[in-house]
């Protein structure tokens, strides 16, 4: 017997029983998503490295680390993409999307990453972005955060994340501030941790998060970034948090918080939960007014996040707060050999005055007892029986599953009636 192909580490199968979760979470962000003017787009998995490096730069873990890449028969190198914003304005570009225009938009996929995996961290993992273009103010900011924030409202869990809320100022004052905090740091270069050292001269600013207790002492009297922004800067970090204070948003300055991309230019922000035990961030984002231009279009400002499907699936089961539709909702089971010509009849007749009816027709023959444990196994609400004396009388009878209820026998316009509620739970 030939060895059985296990699937590649990390990169996770999603089994029947899993997906009306998802599907839950996906709907839920289409009309969210859809509730703010935001429209879809699809982008391939596979997309030229060069695609990544020029936006997430070259000297981040996910260049330097974490991705797939490799040479094509043509030897062009191709990279499985690891996140979404840059085959998004890659796409706006190629499209004439993007300048002197205002685009709003989503998608979700896969992502790929070579992290090492763990509970709600995989190799191929899932996210949901929004990108925002063509709109410059803090308005633009605050949309992308009212929406994430209506997202935790309508998954039931605003009470279980948090928040945090940064300005990197524009891409001028960053460098500034880059450059004073490496000054600083390179007194105490040998008390660093190995990843800091590392990121000295590269990304300082990736410093800010180490989780290393020695360098995060260090970092206790760097300077500090806000000093460095500029008016204009400052004044839209303002504007920003006014709205968010007028809407009821709560929130927390952070001022280490700087996101791992190197593409980002002032608003920041992370939605962080404790829920799934330590601290994570289960949403991500910020300004990017500059990456348009920096993969060959005309400059145009951006905001957006990105949202980690696993992670936020996980958070809602933790909280209890999933409850997707059953997978089937009525289980037809045909007695007899004239039913079992019929029955496929019947199920059309069903389906097309009930279209949001999920009906399974039992097939493979078998007695009722046989018949009815398949009908339990599959979850459905009911059993609707056809044999001989049903098809005479032009009726069916109704055998509920997940009740003590009598069972009874309705005519065809009778079942459409006492069928309908169940589409709709």
């Not at 990304?203 to 998060?209: A, E, H």
């Amino acid at each position: 017997m030939a060895k059985s192909i296990q699937a590649i580490r990390g990169m996770n199968d999603l089994l029947p029983d899993q997906s009306p979760a998802w599907q839950q979470v996906e709907s839920t962000i289409r009309r969210v998503a859809a509730s703010y003017g935001y429209s879809e787009i699809r982008m391939p998995v596979l997309e030229n490295t060069a695609l990544f490096k020029r936006s997430i730069g070259e000297v981040t873990d996910i260049v330097e680390k974490e991705m797939y890449t490799f040479d094509d028969r043509n030897g062009e190198s191709l990279t499985l993409r690891p996140e979404g914003t840059a085959s998004c304005v890659r796409a706006g570009n190629q499209h004439g999307l993007l300048y002197n225009q205002i685009q709003r938009l989503w998608y979700i996929g896969p992502m790929f990453r070579y992290e090492r995996p763990q509970k709600g961290r995989y190799r191929q993992f899932h996210q949901f972005g929004i990108e925002t273009f063509g709109l410059s103010g803090a308005d633009a900011d605050a949309e992308v955060i009212l929406l994430s924030a209506r997202l935790w409202k309508a998954f039931g869990i605003a009470d279980q994340v948090e928040l945090q809320l940064n300005s990197l100022g524009s891409n001028e004052a960053r460098a500034r501030y880059r450059d004073a905090l490496r000054d600083y740091l390179a007194q105490y270069q040998e008390q660093l941790d190995e990843d800091s050292k590392r990121r000295l001269d590269s990304n300082p600013l990736r410093i800010l998060d180490s989780k290393d207790e020695t360098t995060q002492s260090l970092l206790a009297d760097a300077p500090r970034l806000s000093d460095y922004w500029d008016d204009e800067s400052r004044e839209h970090f303002a504007q920003l948090r006014a709205r968010l204070d007028e809407a009821g948003i709560n929130y927390t300055l952070n001022e280490r918080l700087v996101r791992g991309l190197d593409y980002y230019n002032r608003t920041v922000f992370e939605w962080v939960t404790t829920a799934l035990g330590a601290q994570g961030t289960v949403c991500a984002g910020g300004r990017y007014d500059g990456l348009v231009e920096q993969l060959g279009g005309k400059a145009t400002p951006a905001v957006g996040f990105a949202m980690g499907m696993e992670r936020l699936v996980l958070l809602l089961q933790e909280q209890d707060k999933l409850n997707p539709r059953r997978a089937v909702d009525a289980y037809l089971m045909p007695l007899g050999e004239q039913a079992e010509l019929k029955a496929p009849a019947i199920a059309e007749q069903l389906r097309d005055a009930l279209p949001e009816l999920r009906l399974v027709t039992h097939c493979g023959g078998g007695a009722m007892k046989k018949q009815i444990k398949k009908a339990d196994k599959s979850g459905a609400e009911v059993a609707l029986i056809v044999g001989e004396n049903e098809l005479a009388e032009q009726q069916v009878t109704v055998k509920p599953l997940r009740s003590d209820a009598e069972q009874t026998t309705l005519s065809h316009a009778e079942l459409v009636e006492f069928l309908r509620p169940l589409t709709q739970a």
